[in-house]
């Protein structure tokens, strides 16, 4: 790549938050009405049925459950109240340009295209519950991935595309209208999740709150996997309710959020998407999709499919599948035009609707994938993983470097095309926690556990768990490495340049 | 939209999202059929739909 076509690129890439650059004014700010209505709707998706779901069939007992996710949307909470909203509020800038101020030009492309294509993924995903929901209702069976069915059927492929088109074209042309429609929706989901999980409590035998308890361990969260699957525990619950978002709170996603934000408290306004949409949502489905498979057991099915479309349906009737249709839609909507802008960076001279309309293709190809949705928790886990070091130097360039007499925003300051110290740490990080769990989970991985010292070799890394040990070790690379970088630097800083 | 026709509207909401959630209490306490219930469902969806998006604001914080 020339000079010119990067210069072109980057360009570009600024154009796009060309009205982002100067910090938000105070007449721009926003109270507390507004960031618990904007938690509550983005945090009740139609990805809420998988999730819920995911935890049953990984076997985890109701303890696990209610008190494991009640830790975890907490620990998620305090991650957005203490980390990411402090820093928004004393910044307010988006994380375009943090992440620009900290690593430099290049890795922020990087970090666009990347983030654009889990994006997709991620909408895709969206786009394959929505489908599930429409599929129940024609008849079409969906795909049953954990019996060996890779494919989809091709009207069910159909019924995907059509959606999926539908949601690229609404991306492309009113987002607007959509996202108000979203709002609309968003108060209505929680009653849908929470009426068809009371509704299937009598099918499994609950008659009260006296046994509710007992029915929850026997017949909803046993602590049996369902074969093919691995067992979950208490820990992964609180792992996946913290890390499922991390990209978000300890990755900083939200600063783009918060920049809005009176006073950083307002980061405790998380709390509303968490306990409506990863607790109470994820339970509910979990009961649901319980009821599904002891119906569909009773009825002589061998391996029941918990498909969302159709625990939603039993759950709740049609009412449950609009929940359903809507949830992966509104949700699916912001996500794809998101990618779109992610897109955009590497795509100099295209139109932003033809970028959309190709990530809106991509989100098709991978909704048609059952893999995705089986695999979705993993999916998130590893999303997490990979965008949340850059975040979390954010946070260290913020707090760490001035008490450290370490130069600030290094990388914006001294006109660097790609910080290295950023580069060691976000891949350094990604590459040792990936490593640690590979070497356990796949055979071709297996030769690491030769060359590690003992008491790695014997650690056995769960994705789930690896929140912390990721953060820790971004941060302890990026730093040293800064401190390297910025002492053998014969350039001395600049007055006012330290803290 | 005049603050009467709002009143009445966000009435009709709230009616619609008590009828999402209380007739799934009553199939549970048995009190009435599941048929029922899940036509109260789509009532409460419909009554929800039909006022809602009259009165709830556009978002004011851009992403």
Known sequence: ?499 | MTSQTRFVLKAISYLGLAMSILPAFLVFGDVVSRGTYLWLMILGMAMWFGTASFWVRRDQVSS
Not at chain 1, 423 to 444: E, N, R, T
């Open chain 1, 1 to 499: 790549m020339g000079t010119g076509q990067k210069s072109t690129l980057i360009e570009r890439l600024d154009a796009l938050y060309e009205y982002d650059r100067e910090p938000v004014t105070e007449d721009k700010l926003h109270g507390w009405r507004t960031f618990i209505a904007m938690f509550s709707s983005e945090h009740i998706a139609g990805t809420e049925f998988v999730l819920g779901t995911l935890l049953v069939l990984h076997g985890v007992t109701a303890f696990d459950v209610f008190v494991g996710l009640a830790l975890g949307n907490l620990l998620a909470v305090l991650s957005w109240a203490f980390m990411c909203a402090p820093v928004a509020v004393k910044e307010r800038l988006t994380i375009y340009w943090q992440i620009r101020k900290v690593a430099g030009p290049y890795l922020t492309v990087v970090y666009s295209g990347l983030f654009a294509l889990i994006l997709c993924l991620l909408a895709g995903s969206m786009v394959s519950v929505s489908t599930t929901a429409v599929a129940a209702t024609v008849g079409i069976p969906s795909p049953n991935y954990t019996a060996g069915e890779m494919v989809p059927s091709l009207p069910w492929i159909a019924i995907a595309a059509g959606l999926g088109a539908v949601i690229a074209v609404v991306a492309v042309l009113g987002f607007e209208r959509m996202a108000h429609f979203a709002k609309v929706v968003a108060p209505w989901m929680p009653f849908v999740f929470l009426a068809g999980a009371v509704a299937s409590l009598s099918s499994l035998g609950v008659t009260g709150p006296g046994n509710f308890w007992t029915i929850a361990n026997e017949k909803i969260w046993t602590g049996i996997p369902k074969e093919g699957q691995i067992h979950y525990g208490f820990w992964h619950c609180v792992g996946l309710a913290w890390l499922c978002n991390i990209a978000q709170h300890m990755g900083m996603g939200d600063v783009t959020i918060f920049r809005y934000a009176r006073k950083w408290q307002m980061g405790f306004c998380s709390a509303f998407g968490m306990f409506l949409g990863h607790y109470m949502a994820w339970i509910c489905s979990g009961v649901m999709c319980a009821a599904f498979v002891h119906a569909q057991r009773a009825a002589g099915v061998a391996q029941p499919n918990p498909t969302p479309g159709d625990i939603a349906m039993l759950g709740a009737g049609y009412a449950g599948i609009v929940c359903v249709v809507l949830a992966g839609w509104t949700t699916a909507n912001p996500t794809l035009y998101r990618a779109g802008l992610a897109f955009q960076v590497a795509t100099p001279n295209w139109r932003r609707w033809l970028v959309t309309l190709v990530a809106g293709v991509v989100m098709i190809v991978t909704a048609c994938i059952p893999a995705i949705l089986a695999y979705l928790d993993r999916i998130v886990a590893y999303y997490g993983l990979f965008f949340m070091p850059l975040g979390a130097f954010i946070f260290i360039d913020f707090w760490l470097f001035p008490k450290l007499g370490l130069m600030r925003n290094y990388a914006e300051r001294k006109r660097l095309m790609a910080s290295w110290p950023a580069a060691v740490g976000w891949f350094g990080s990604f590459g040792i926690c990936f490593a640690l769990y590979a070497k356990d989970q796949y055979a071709s991985w297996a030769w690491v556990n030769d060359t590690l010292p003992s008491f790695l070799a014997r650690y056995k890394a769960d994705l789930f768990l690896q929140v912390l040990p990721a953060w820790l070790i971004a941060v302890t690379l990026y730093t040293l490495c800064s401190i390297i970088q910025q002492r053998l630097s014969s350039v001395p800083a600049l007055e006012g340049d330290v803290a």
